[in-house]
């Protein structure tokens, strides 16, 4: 028995030992060097110690590129995606199918669509005389340069879209399993509307969503291309979140090896970020 | 549950609402894709033309980014789906003495974004030299894309009741028939909703090949794409909104072919215990 | 059972073997020609450079050389992705091109990370050198002396200025500036006497990157006598009277006379296009400091032709901060033919370069690209300096300066984009961005290689 677990294992246990953890070891490693992608530095590496380390915590730029990317995650992920999932699963409960069906292509629609098409449909909708902007004076208010004026607004709100449809659909699978006879149950008690959402619906959803809430999070730790093609990461660096930030000094200031310090400081919030979850789901493995 | 009309009808318009906020972004794409002279302004086309399609499909070197990408994202979904179903199954269905660590570590995998450690793995290609290669490049992204898919994977399997493999192997089928006959028909809509995720995932992905390829001609959609949005020319917004509709139509395509078992797909419950 | 695993087993196998082959791709080329492959980096669907290979050249090299299979492969790209991306292929003898593009000011970075090969020994024996712009090789000699490549292209910056706005305003036309004072002075008259113009245009948006630092920052900063770099003694000036003089001038421009564009043109990646191919046609921008190849934009094929260009745009020096020595200065950059230390056949890639340089070649192609020719001789061609606004491009090159020549300097660019916005922006006052800057800067390079100057 256990030879064939190994058996089944050894392909996958390949792959991520070469591409995934292996890069990871070295990501450690070259933390610690000025690895550069030009100049003299990249002709000889060298061992710096916590150099890199040093100069980060020193840049101003840096410690606001962590409080942003804590925002962006916050807000686009945490509270922007999950909740809007919930909602839009909750009020497509129960409803005719068709329009169920309808509702939830439109939706899905939005997450299908590449991440850098995404980018674009928003430059453009929010445009000096984009879509949004055509409405607003449509209903008699100024235009609004928004990436300009809300620049982390606007990536926050086209990363919701973007990525609510995944918590939506999480959602309804979860509330579809809510089984019709304790709800009525719950209903020939006496119970108010409220009173069965938290008591009843709540409690058996809430693992999907503590899980939905941590995939969520990590998949937006991650996010790059969205940000990168709407605003660089501008105007200045009101949208500098770090996986921008760790671009900016790898591949702009050829930088690698600093860039792979930063690198590690978004590793280590990924891992801080799904260790709290875990706690907080108490995982049965 | 009784819901009262007036709320009903709340419910609907909301819906509705909700629904014309997540239409109203690709209005532009839609116009802009059939107009030539079209710009970042929101208007109807003055003539609608197929011009910008056309010019699109009729570079050669825009098909050959096409083909690329697929080849790329179709390999790396069939490399994720049958990798992670086999390491899934020990873990859905045996008592492993690692079990648990293996689970936390793939799970810990999950939360590293690879954009982050690009650098060291260009450095790896370098030394392995297996740069430039479209294959290995695939081969790097099922990797990145495994231990999401493993984890969901073994999700999806732990649903499927052992009972029914059990009288599969009574009738004297192997437990890799048993895989193929009984579990994974049962689990379609998980491996649909893991192949699709990984496929868009690395669809829209340019920052890998970006990094690892360097010939011109091996480079996917994805990157062609953003060079040609990237470049300080002038741009042509048109021939951009046709580039994007059509480099969004394979994830559209496979996920209207996937649709009807997708909503099965999402249970991510039986994860975890309230 | 046991043949199931066996299948399993051939599976992996293959997979394996997959793995193992897929490295074994290499770039033979057929009909036993060698193959000379060529980078650059292409601005994407108008591709100039493009147009001039194709223009019969490549057939006539090949005649020359039967054996040699010229292959363009353009990189279509942001510069800054560029440089990322050709540093990449030079890594590694597998992707290493045999000639490749090099921005001048690249050059001395790949040269020290050992990506390129020294070419003193090839122009010894090459009687063209002698014509190149004497000026331009200090911008292809790297810190060890060497030189690196072939300078290809140049550039020059100045003020545009639209001809029709300042006879509206009642400004002198032909205008020459002989200060900041008057540049500044003329952007107030505008803004007084027209409506809904943008009186004066300098790059301040990190998104533009190099631009707001060469076009904007060292175009004042290099007129005021101080520098960023001092060679003499390898430091990097983080402070000094010129820097804050600068900083001050672009917060008067921004902040404090309110002359410069909306942010929402000046902060995105596009405003140049937006400077050039809208506001300037439409008579809505009076003034711009930008470089020389802008006026490729209003040719015939350009993207946004205007007609008899020279009666209604200038083109005027730019002057030093108090007209002191020598009067009017530029920055300038440019490319430059490079051969790669991995590329596999220099020889050829020698041949090339030479051919490329050759008169007719050079000058054909910088009709092209209508970027600045790099030959002295260029200026004998009736053709090439009838071109708008060739003779004035051309002329400022006499007064050019070249950016520091060190590998730290795009880090250190970076800070100053960083500033330069700040102050735009009304973030920081001039004074607190010369703090600000300098501590960025001993940052990246270590405080021991920086100095305050006096």
């Known amino acids: 028995m256990h030879r064939k677990a190994i058996l089944f294992l050894s392909p996958s246990w390949i792959l991520l030992l070469l591409f995934f953890i292996t890069p990871m070891l070295l990501t450690f490693g070259f933390a610690f060097t000025n690895l550069s992608l030009t100049g003299t530095d990249a002709a000889n590496i060298q061992f710096i110690g916590f150099q890199n380390f040093t100069n980060m915590f020193q840049d101003p730029e840096f410690r606001i590129s962590v409080f942003r990317t804590l925002i962006f995650l916050l807000f686009s992920a945490v509270v922007g995606q999950v909740v809007l999932g919930l909602i839009l699963a909750l009020l497509m409960k129960e409803k005719r199918r068709g329009f169920r069906r309808f509702i939830g292509v439109i939706v899905i629609a939005g997450w299908v669509t590449p991440e850098i098409v995404v980018a674009f449909c928003w430059v453009a909708f929010l445009s000096d005389a984009g879509t949004f902007n055509a409405i607003l004076q449509g209903i008699g208010f100024e235009p609004i340069t928004w990436l300009f004026t809300f620049p982390m607004v606007s990536v926050i709100i086209a990363n919701i879209w973007h990525g609510t449809a995944f918590s939506m659909m999480v959602f309804q699978a979860a509330l579809d399993d809510v089984p019709k006879s304790v709800q009525e149950a719950a209903v020939i008690d006496g119970a108010s509307r409220w009173q069965i959402f938290f008591r009843v619906t709540l409690p058996i959803v809430k693992g999907s969503i503590v899980t939905n809430m941590m995939l969520v999070t990590l998949q937006t730790l991650g996010v790059f291309t969205l940000i990168y093609t709407m605003t660089g990461g501008g105007p200045g660096n009101a949208t500098q979140i770090l996986p921008i930030f760790m671009y900016n000094q790898a591949f702009v200031n050829y930088q690698f090896g600093y860039g792979t310090a930063i690198s590690l400081v978004l590793l280590v919030i990924g891992t801080v970020a799904s260790l709290l979850y875990m706690r907080f789901m108490k995982v049965k493995l | 549950m009784k819901v009262s009309k007036k709320e009903l009808v709340i419910h609907y318009l909301a819906l509705i609402f909700l629904a014309i906020c997540f239409l109203l972004p690709f209005l532009w794409l839609v116009f802009a894709s059939f107009d030539q002279q079209a710009t970042q302004a929101i208007k109807l086309p003055e003539k609608w033309t197929l011009d910008n399609f056309t010019a699109i499909l009729s570079d050669p070197s825009n098909i050959r980014s096409f083909a690329i990408g697929l080849f790329i994202s179709l390999g790396q979904a069939t490399i994720v789906v049958i990798v992670a179903g086999l390491a899934a199954y020990p873990l859905s269905r045996y008592r492993l003495r690692y079990k648990r660590s293996f689970l936390l570590t793939i799970l810990f995998m999950t939360s590293l974004p690879i954009t982050a450690v690009m650098v060291p793995v260009y450095q790896l290609f370098l030394f392995l030299n297996i740069q430039d290669s479209i294959i290995f490049t695939t081969i790097f992204l099922a990797a990145s894309g495994l231990p999401y898919a493993i984890w969901m994977m073994k999700n999806f399997m732990d649903a499927v009741p052992i009972e029914l493999e059990e009288s599969a192997w009574v009738d004297g089928a192997s437990v890799l028939t048993s895989m193929r006959k009984v579990v994974g028909p049962l689990m379609l809509p998980g491996i649909f909703t893991i192949a699709i995720f990984t496929f868009t995932g690395s669809w829209g992905n340019f920052f890998v090949p970006y990094i690892l390829l360097q010939t011109q001609e091996k480079l996917p959609a994805s990157v062609t794409l953003y060079q040609f949005f990237g470049n300080y020319g002038i741009i042509e917004y048109g021939k951009l909104a046709a580039f994007s509709m059509l480099y969004t139509m394979p994830s559209i395509i496979l996920y209207i072919f996937a649709q009807k078992y997708m909503s099965k797909g999402f249970s991510l419950g039986g994860a975890s215990k309230g | ?454």
Not at chain 3, 172 to 192: C, F, G, Q, R, S
Not at chain 3, 429 to 447: F, I, L, W
Request: glycine share 8%; charged share 25%.
């Open chain 3, 1 to 454: 059972m046991r043949k199931r695993v066996k299948g399993f087993g051939l599976i992996l196998l293959i997979f394996v073997l997959a793995l193992m082959t897929a490295c074994s791709s290499s770039d033979e080329t057929e009909s036993g020609k060698k193959e000379l492959t060529v980078v650059y980096r292409s601005p994407g669907s108008v591709d100039s450079l493009k147009n001039f290979f194709d223009s019969g050249v490549l057939d006539e090299f090949e005649k020359e050389h039967p054996d040699i299979d010229v292959k363009i492969t353009p990189i279509t790209a942001s510069e800054g992705d560029y440089f990322s991306k050709v540093a990449l292929q030079m890594k590694s003898a597998e992707t290493a091109p045999d000639v490749v593009s090099e921005d001048t000011f690249m050059l001395n970075s790949d040269a020290n990370a050992g990506y390129l090969d020294p070419l003193d020994d090839r122009i010894a024996d090459w009687e063209e050198w002698d014509n190149i712009i004497e000026n331009l090789k200090s911008g292809v000699t790297a810190e060890d002396g060497k030189v690196y490549g072939v300078p290809s292209t140049s550039d020059s910056r100045g003020l545009w200025y639209s001809k029709e706005l300042f006879q509206e305003a009642g400004l002198p036309v032909p205008w020459e500036p002989k200060n900041w004072e008057e540049v500044l002075d003329a952007a107030i008259t505008i803004k007084e006497k027209t409506d809904g113009v943008t009186p004066l245009f300098m790059q301040v948006g990190k998104a533009n990157g190099e631009a707001v630092s060469m076009q904007t920052l060292e175009m004042l900063l290099y007129g005021t006598g101080d520098t960023l770099y001092d060679d003499s003694d390898k430091k990097w000036v983080v402070d000094s009277p010129g820097l804050l003089d600068s900083f001050r001038f672009i917060s008067q421009v921004y902040d404090v006379e309110k002359v410069g564009p909306d942010f929402s043109v000046v902060m995105s990646g596009q405003s140049g296009n937006v400077a050039f191919q809208q506001l300037f046609p439409q008579k809505k921008l009076a003034i711009a400091l930008d470089g020389s190849w802008n006026a490729r934009n209003w040719a015939e094929n350009g993207a946004a032709p205007i007609e008899n260009v020279e009666e209604k745009i200038g083109f005027a020096p730019m002057p030093t901060q108090n007209g002191q020595e020598p009067g009017a200065i530029t920055m300038s950059g440019g490319w430059a033919w490079a051969i790669p230390s991995k590329a596999d056949m220099k020889e050829e890639s020698w041949e090339f370069i030479q051919f490329l340089m050759e008169k007719d070649n050079s000058i054909n192609r910088s009709l092209t690209d209508g970027n600045l020719n790099t030959r002295t001789d260029a200026v004998e061609v009736e053709e090439y300096v009838n071109r708008p606004f060739a003779k004035e491009s051309q002329a400022y090159l006499e007064n050019a300066q070249f950016r520091p020549a060190n590998d730290k300097y795009p880090a250190v660019s970076t800070q100053l984009q960083t500033v330069v916005e700040a102050i735009a922006t009304g973030k920081l006052t001039p004074e607190d961005a010369v703090q600000q800057y300098k501590a960025g800067v001993e940052r990246v390079v270590g405080k021991e290689n920086t100095k305050v100057a006096e």
